[in-house]
């Protein structure tokens, strides 16, 4: 079972260089998200995409953008990368309608911008 | 103010030991849902455990448990006979019904190191 599927995993990018981060689940989840981790502060929502045809902005949205482009992909574009964007991405899907029912992440892809 | 709060930056246990990870947590919608993950040092995210707001017992999950205390707002993870595998960093999350379609809020973890 592939589940959640991040690309790239790892990137370095240049201030200014813009990049698009895929992902792809095969869950048929309604929901997908994606968010950020650094060091000491947990994972953060950058946006969300309730179910097709729908994002909303999370906690950090500035300097993201993205597009869920049908139910399996949905992915986060940086237009102008900035040193503070350097961070470990995450890719998330779930199941909706069902309390219980988790949050199932891709592995994550690793940013670096010089 | 912080809705998830992991107070522990680090614990150390030795293994076939049990030991508990603290979460508390602050919302006022009564409807809410309480998750556990772990990130071992490879990276990936992998769901434990589960507690809903309503629901009358504390869950149990194998080895994990949440010790769940409505009143205190408090949600910690019980994992009894500690193995080396358990060395990770452990998360908690809360999913509120007011904060959007089921998005998660977490708390900024808790390195266990479990120790031979």
Not at chain 2, 80 to 93: H, I, K, P, R
Request: with cysteine; hydrophobic share 30%; proline share 4%.
């Amino acid at each position: 079972n592939a589940g959640v599927t991040q690309t790239p995993k790892f990137q370095v990018l240049k201030t200014g260089q813009s990049m698009t981060l895929q992902c792809a689940q095969d869950m048929n989840h309604n929901s997908m998200y994606w968010y950020r981790q650094d060091p000491g502060m947990g994972l953060r929502l950058i946006y969300y995409s309730a179910s097709e045809g729908t994002t909303d902005k999370g906690e950090v949205p500035n300097g993201y953008n993205v597009s869920r482009l049908n139910k399996r992909e949905f992915s986060l574009r940086l237009e102008s990368a900035a040193p503070s964007q350097t961070s470990v991405y995450f890719c998330a899907s779930r199941r909706t309608g069902i309390s219980n029912q988790p949050q199932h992440f891709g592995d994550g892809t690793r940013l670096s911008i010089l | 103010a912080q809705k998830i709060t992991q107070t522990q930056p680090g614990m150390f246990v030795q293994e076939k030991e049990a030991v508990t990870l603290d979460c508390t947590y602050d919302t006022s919608d009564p409807s809410y849902g309480l998750f556990w993950y772990k990130q071992p040092s490879s990276g990936e995210m992998i769901f434990l455990i589960y507690q809903g707001s309503y629901d009358q017992q504390n869950a149990t999950e194998g080895r994990y448990s949440l010790n769940f205390q409505k009143a205190r707002k408090s949600a910690n993870l019980v994992i009894s006979t500690s193995q080396l595998g358990d060395s990770a960093m452990y998360f908690c999350a809360m999913r509120e019904a007011e904060t959007g379609y089921s998005t998660l809020t977490f708390g900024k973890g808790t390195m266990l190191l479990v120790s031979p």
